[in-house]
């Protein structure tokens, strides 16, 4: 297998880790081609970071209105923890392998790196906001190919993308103030 040094001289697959299964005689149905593999396990690696840097930022958020930040951190880490366990789920419904290893992730994800250290809640609701945009960038940059392929895990995205861009839009309106005058 060929490997390509991304992010960090990580040495990982070219395909990123993802892979088809061996077919066994139980398993009948749809496999998925490699362009559908390579862009689910593009997503899946953008949600496990997602969920890793909200993690972070959960952390170590202080200031004003930390409290519910902090809660609301929670919930955006919880859904993508469950998002990407149903994508890695979809992958395998099609015969793919997801590669959800810290390794992958770290070399793959399209998310800049999250700062260390304590974090002023001001900004982070706005590294939080960029990074769930960034995800969500993502699932529509693969959207196409996703949807040519198999609708069915269009239609994921879809819920996925929608929940996604409810939280940006509420995790930035903290940040916001009223345009009227």
């Given at each position: ?67 519910d930040l ?89 819920a996925v ?7 940006a839009w ?12």
């Open positions: 297998m060929s490997t390509a040094t991304i992010k960090r001289d990580v040495q990982v697959p070219v395909d990123g880790g993802a892979k088809s299964t061996r077919r066994q005689n139980a398993e009948r149905g749809f496999k998925a081609p490699k362009e559908l593999t390579d862009s689910l396990q593009q997503v899946l690696v953008d949600l496990v970071e997602l969920h890793v840097q909200g993690k972070q930022a959960h952390w170590n958020v202080v200031g004003k209105n930390f409290r902090h809660l609301q951190l929670d919930e955006i880490i919880d859904s993508a923890r469950e998002f990407s366990d149903t994508v890695a789920e979809r992958m395998r419904a099609l015969h793919a392998v997801p590669d959800g290893r810290s390794d992958t992730v770290a070399a793959t994800t399209t998310l800049p790196e999250y700062p260390n250290g304590e974090i002023d809640t001001a900004e982070t609701v706005d590294l939080v906001t960029a990074r769930i945009e960034a995800v969500v960038g993502t699932m529509r940059d693969v959207h196409d190919t996703v949807d040519d392929a198999d609708p069915t895990s269009a239609d994921i995205l879809h993308i929608e929940k996604l861009e409810q939280y509420m995790v930035s309106a903290e940040n916001r103030t009223t345009t009227r005058k």
